[in-house]
């Protein structure tokens, strides 16, 4: 929890930098305050040599880690999304 409020606090003005309206600048603020890759990769590489890291506590931490990540974008998918950016309905994107 405390690493991602930290990453909301620091992500949250530089976004703001680039996006004006509020509900896009919390939306890429918490898809980018996730830590899944890097959580994920070290929790593996202390698992794989043996550096301090149980099975069972590399599986909670893993749990912790996607947690991390799933809710966050949860919240920004159903009170952020911008959905202004969104092709319309029956619009084809261009390839």
């Not at 918490?30 to 929790?43: E, K, P, Y």
């Not at 998918?77 to 261009?94: C, D, E, I, M, V």
């Amino acid at each position: 929890m405390g690493k991602t409020a930290s990453k909301v606090l620091g992500l949250f003005p530089i976004i703001g930098m680039f996006r004006e309206d509020g509900k896009e600048r919390w939306y890429y603020t918490l898809l980018m305050s996730t830590g899944l890759t890097f959580g994920t990769i070290s929790a593996l590489y202390g698992l794989t040599h043996g550096i301090g890291v149980a099975a069972t506590v590399f599986v909670s931490g893993g749990a912790a880690v996607i947690a991390s990540a799933v809710i966050p974008t949860l919240i920004a998918n159903a009170a952020f999304l911008p959905r202004h950016l969104l092709p319309a309905a029956g619009h084809r994107l261009k390839r």
